[in-house]
């Protein structure tokens, strides 16, 4: 096999022009270094600077504006509010709404509805997270007509959001046992047999509000490029889930967690950003409105704030 020997110059032999010989060690572009401004030099550790690709950068990682509200409904009147023996022959995520639900679910789109057009914003909208029991889905189907589709950014049904679980199909004399001994137990910790505390719905939550501050880090409710100010958020659920949601955003006690009260169907808790971007109970709601929901002197300090 011949080997191919190459031959190369030593730097000192190769001709080198006069243009480069008179540059120093720094790469200059149409500016003399002398008339530079020293308040506008830009260090670059030895690298060529883009302060173009800077601003770039810096455009890129601006975060997307926050939700204007969380909205949080709990679903209709449902079949198992009227007629308790249901729970003994209907599963529960299979028991639906009455008339008066799906009625009451009208009203409440037209009342978010009117919430956010009083505000005065043009470019508003809404995204939905849904429990998958029957009820929710279907508060949120009679709740959703109040809304153009154009309006709504999207729609996700989130199985963390389902009610508390009481342990597949329900013995009504039993139930009633069961009920009485967790207000002597505690409300939060006593676990029906088979089903959930509240202390497990809680740890559930716990997982959702991740998800949640995550899809709102991303901006996951805008279409890309868009930093609308105006999204808000609904979540449909049930009353101690949503319960639950608040004292694990809040952070409050498990003291103050089994002073609230049980929202009414299609009861609605809104929080608020305020001034200073935190969500606060107190931006919609009123004080009064809050010591009925259960809220202490404590708490509504805490939401002033």
Request: charged share 30%; net charge positive.
């Amino acid at each position: 096999m011949t080997t191919l020997h190459l031959k190369l110059s030593s730097p000192s032999s190769l001709p080198i022009p006069q243009s480069i010989r008179t540059l120093s060690n720094t790469i200059q572009c149409c500016a003399n270094p002398k008339e530079t401004n020293p308040r506008t030099v830009i260090p670059t550790n030895g690298h060529v600077a883009f302060p173009e690709m800077d601003l770039l950068i810096r455009r890129a990682v601006v975060p997307p504006p926050r939700p204007r509200r969380i909205i949080l409904v709990r679903h209709g009147q449902s079949e198992g509010n009227v007629d308790e023996s249901i729970y003994t022959r209907v599963a529960d995520p299979k028991i639906g709404l009455t008339d008066v639900g799906k009625l009451q679910g009208r009203e409440c789109g037209l009342r978010i509805r009117k919430m956010i057009e009083d505000d005065g914003g043009k470019d508003w909208k809404v995204y939905f997270y849904v429990s998958p029991y029957k009820r929710a889905l279907q508060t949120l189907d009679h709740l959703g007509r109040a809304f153009e589709r154009h309006r709504i950014a999207g729609v996700r049904e989130e199985p963390r959001l389902r009610e508390q679980d009481f342990g597949n199909f329900q013995d009504r004399e039993k139930m009633k046992i069961e009920k009485a001994t967790r207000m002597v137990y505690g409300r939060f910790f006593y676990r029906f047999p088979n089903g959930e505390s509240a202390a497990d719905v809680y740890d559930r939550i716990t997982g959702f509000r991740e998800t949640l501050k995550a899809d709102i880090d991303k901006g996951r409710f805008q279409p890309p490029g868009e930093q609308n100010q105006n999204v808000n958020l609904v979540l449909v659920s049930h009353g101690l889930t949503l319960r639950v949601f608040l004292m694990r955003w809040y952070k409050w006690t498990v003291k103050q967690f089994e002073g609230l009260h049980n929202l009414g169907n299609t009861g609605m808790i809104v929080m608020e950003r305020g001034h200073g971007g935190r969500y606060s109970l107190l931006v919609h709601h009123d004080e009064k409105e809050l010591r009925e929901f259960g809220l202490t002197d404590e708490m509504l300090i805490d939401q002033e704030w």
